[in-house]
């Protein structure tokens, strides 16, 4: 079900402690982003945030319910404590988790992205003909 853009606004403004944040409209309802990261998702007028395995057991701890889609069962997206919905200053330390852990899954995805390009490199050096000297003929040329 889409999001009420009241909803989208008063979350906007809840997270808005960890800096810039920005909604994107996604599959029917909207990713929350902060520095071009999503950090949270918006479906049916609710709130979930990202986490990850360190961030994951605070809200689990806290009661915190998992968001779902279809038959997935578990995502890594959960709905803040009830009491954090209030004001920004409830939510920020929640939201500082959903940062922390995006940050951590980017920087995974670097890495990767950096051992891929290496192997790219390495890959393309091997196939690449040796330079031939100034002047030096052509093998089999006159």
């Not at 808005?16 to 999503?38: D, E, I, L, N, W």
């Not at 945030?49 to 689990?60: A, G, I, M, N, Q």
Request: hydrophobic share 40%.
């Amino acid at each position: 079900m889409p999001c009420s853009p009241s909803f989208v606004e008063h979350t906007l403004d809840l997270l808005s402690g960890v800096g810039p944040v920005q909604a994107r409209r996604m599959f029917g309802g909207y990713g929350v982003y902060h520095r071009g990261a999503m950090i949270g998702l918006l479906d049916d007028d609710e709130l979930f945030l990202k986490t990850d395995e360190e961030t994951k057991p605070r809200f689990l701890e806290a009661g915190c319910r998992n968001w779902t889609y279809g038959k997935m069962e578990q995502t890594r997206y959960f709905r803040p404590p009830d009491e954090a919905h209030e004001d920004p200053e409830a939510m920020l330390p929640w939201a500082l988790l959903a940062v922390e852990a995006t940050a951590r899954a980017e920087a995974v995805k670097a890495a990767k992205a950096a051992r891929l390009a290496a192997r790219r490199a390495e890959a393309e050096g091997a196939k690449k003909p040796a330079a031939r000297r100034p002047g030096a003929r052509k093998p089999g040329g006159t």
